[in-house]
């Protein structure tokens, strides 16, 4: 594959990729992107990459990195109902 069809194949991933299919499509934009001999070709196809990228994250839930729950040892206790006197 050139260069050129590289970039192509990456655009075409950038623009017919679907939420159901973005997983895939951004491995194969990997693997292609470790195809390009060079740093300016790279550059080339960095806003296809982003793009990718940033939908993967919305299409996850932002679910890049896993959430951290909240420590349960700071949240506030239920107060206690106060006895009648």
């Known amino acids: 594959m050139t260069v050129d069809e590289t970039l192509a194949r990456l ?3 950038y623009f017919e990729t679907t939420q159901a ?3 895939q499509a951004f491995d194969e934009a990997i693997d292609l992107l470790k195809t390009l001999p060079s740093e300016a ?8 990459m982003e793009g990718l990228a940033e939908m993967r994250q919305e299409w996850r ?3 890049g990195t896993p959430k951290r729950p909240g420590n349960p040892a700071r949240r ?3 107060a206690a109902p106060k006895p009648r006197k």
């Open 11 to 13: 655009k075409a991933l």
């Open 41 to 48: 070709e790279r550059e080339r196809a960095a806003v296809y």
């Open 21 to 23: 299919t973005i997983e």
């Open 61 to 63: 839930g932002g679910r």
């Open 76 to 78: 506030r206790p239920e």
